[in-house]
């Protein structure tokens, strides 16, 4: 149940959460009525959101900013502000927030945060400032297996840093994790990602797993290797239903081929893998394609093919090689928030697989810039979504293409 002491301290200043005060049901009903107005030029009829299981400590991924307090009243100059550790305020996205909860990241991280403050400000640390280029602290990253309990830390810094020892000691003492590691990053980008990447504790990845429901009630169970900067959905229990609902679009076509499209560590290619003869798997990441291949051999699954490229020009080198998918082909595309890029869309839709799944986590993005374009040539069949952000305005659209 939604109760105000449910709700987290940080609630109405974090721009992470945007509906807390919100009971759930209303919550996904909102998110229903919101595609339904969206489609509304495509389609008619309401569009049904499946929950999240859990709807509290259900992120199995967190990006924990570093950051130089923000002031009310500017400080005098030569003033060094204070390193803080957290997220972004609501609608002041340069403003960090310095947070002793999280009440949809990983349980357990209230005592780690405490420690962590206490660790930096011990060792006269200080946030990377990327205006001044001074501080070395940039981003904790922290993952966590949902169904196996397995647990990841990342220290993200800039190269001078000499408190590796240190660290490691803090989260086993706060927080223990089953793999640490130091990257370091000479970007100036506040992005969760770096060129090198050091183990300091455990091993260098963890596993996930996930449990499909499969449409006659028996579930695929499926497991996965979790790198530092691996993608992977942030919902695992949501993900589930998720996939469930794309493996029962693709068992009731039954393609022989199915081409996973922007295909991260193979989480669809390997779940539908045993509905069709063959899948072939497209990732512009080549540490998500060498997962793929991993998680395809640990779960005994050998027909998926790992390719490494950008989604633009794979397309572009099978029309030139006269690739035809008009025939016994499924497609299933999942891209990034930013959709696809539009030389992509005009491609995918020149090859033509019959039936398309699109699955898109900005459906004003997908719908503004995308759908017209696919409805010259195919038929919205069927619009679904899965909720895999509760206490925010994001939702998972799916949608069922049928080629005219």
């Known amino acids: 149940m939604d109760t105000p002491e449910s709700r ?10 945007a509906t807390q005060d919100i009971p759930y049901d209303e919550q996904c009903a909102r998110k229903g009525a919101f595609l339904e107005e969206l489609l509304l030029p495509f389609r008619s009829g309401s569009v049904s959101v499946t929950p999240s299981p859990i709807i509290w400590h259900y992120r199995n991924k967190i990006d924990l900013n ?22 972004k305020r609501k609608g002041r996205w340069f403003h960090p927030l310095d947070v002793r909860e999280c009440r949809i990241g990983p349980k357990g991280i209230e005592e780690l945060l405490d420690n962590v403050r206490a660790w930096y400000r011990a060792a006269d640390l200080r946030a ?19 169904r196996t309990g397995q647990r990841m830390a990342v220290l993200i810094t800039g190269p001078e840093f000499d408190q590796q020892d240190a660290f490691a000691e803090v989260i086993q003492r706060a927080w223990p994790a089953d793999s640490v590691h130091h990257a370091v990053s000479e970007s100036r980008a506040g992005a969760a ?16 797993a996930l449990h499909i429901p499969d449409r006659d009630g028996i579930e695929r169970s499926l497991r996965f290797r979790i790198s530092p900067f691996s993608f992977f959905q942030t919902n695992t229990l949501a993900t589930e239903r998720l996939y469930g609902l794309i493996r029962a679009m693709v068992a009731q076509k039954a393609p022989k081929t199915l081409y996973d499209l922007y295909g991260g560590a193979g989480g669809i290619a390997l779940t539908c893998a045993d509905c069709v003869e063959q899948v072939i798997s497209v990732e512009n990441v080549t540490a998500a394609s060498e997962d793929g291949r991993f998680n395809a051999a640990q779960n005994g699954i050998d027909n998926v093919m790992f390719i490494t490229d950008k989604m633009k020009n794979y397309l572009r080198a099978e029309l030139i090689a006269g690739a035809s998918w008009n025939a016994d082909v499924m497609a299933v595309v999942d891209p990034p928030r930013a959709g696809m890029h ?63």
């Open 8 to 17: 987290c301290i940080h609630f109405g200043e974090c721009g992470g959460c």
């Open 66 to 87: 570093f950051g130089r307090m923000f002031y009310d009243e500017p400080p005098p100059p030569g003033f060094v502000r204070e390193t803080v550790i957290g997220f």
């Open 128 to 146: 990377y400032d990327s205006r001044t280029h001074d501080g070395t602290l940039k981003i904790l990253l922290l993952r966590e297996g949902k």
């Open 193 to 208: 990602f770096a060129e090198t990447s050091t183990v300091l504790a455990g091993s260098s990845t963890i596993e996930e």
């Open 342 to 404: 539009p030389k992509a869309v005009r491609r995918l839709i020149e090859l033509g697989p019959p039936h398309i799944v699109y699955v898109s986590c900005k459906p004003t993005v997908f719908i503004r810039d995308e759908l017209p374009q696919f409805l010259d040539h195919y038929r919205l069949e069927a619009a679904q979504a899965v909720d895999l952000f509760p206490h925010t305005d994001h939702v998972e659209l799916v949608m069922l293409l049928e080629r005219r």
